[in-house]
């Protein structure tokens, strides 16, 4: 059966990969054993998937990024230029901790922008965006915007990627979706 992904001829695909069909893998990209690349997935270059990692539907991963043992991002999830996920808290080079790897969850929709750290065990919620160059140090809520190092959540953003303001009644509306979404007891849905 002919394969119904496109890997550039410098990208190295391990076996036992399970690569679904209009995925692009770009330039010296590295996807390891026993991995799940969903559907219409884009792998920039110079990207490494280590083991039994597992990206859902149309993840967008740029150049650089590393996305480690653990990690498992649900579909619609954008991973900026040079993010990098950890997947031990404690690493030494002398003590061996394979197998003791944490799991880490990127919910659907979420973005990470350029060179963010995502410090492993930490969920990052549906929708939420991560600012550039922020470390995410614990869970991330959904929705919510996040920057700085350590992060610290500064506001809301709206599935389509646009800031959200509250008004008095713990309403908002994004302007360019004409989706609107309420704030109840420090959570954002929408309605």
Not at 57 to 81: A, H, M, R, W
């Amino acid at each position: 059966m002919e394969k119904e992904y496109f890997a550039h001829e410098t990208a190295v695909i391990d076996e036992n990969c399970k690569i679904g069909s209009g995925v692009k893998i770009w330039h010296f990209s590295h996807i390891m054993s026993n991995c799940r690349i969903g559907d219409d997935c884009n792998i920039g270059q110079n990207v490494v998937v280590s083991p039994e990692v597992v990206l859902g539907d149309n993840v967008k991963v740029q150049n650089n990024v590393s996305i480690y043992t653990g990690v498992i991002c649900e579909d619609d999830v954008f991973l900026g230029p040079s993010m990098v996920f950890t997947n031990v808290l404690n690493p030494r080079s002398l003590v061996n901790r394979r197998g003791q790897y944490s799991k880490t969850i990127v919910k659907k929709g979420a973005t990470i922008g350029a060179n963010a750290t995502i410090v492993c065990g930490h969920n990052i919620g549906e929708f939420a965006f991560i600012g550039a160059g922020a470390v995410i140090t614990k869970e991330v809520k959904p929705y919510a915007l996040m920057v700085g190092n350590p992060a610290k959540q500064i506001g809301w953003m709206s599935e389509y990627g646009q800031r959200l303001d509250f008004d008095e009644s713990n309403t908002a509306l994004c302007t360019e979706s004409e989706e609107k979404y309420v704030l109840e007891k420090g959570y954002v849905r929408k309605v």
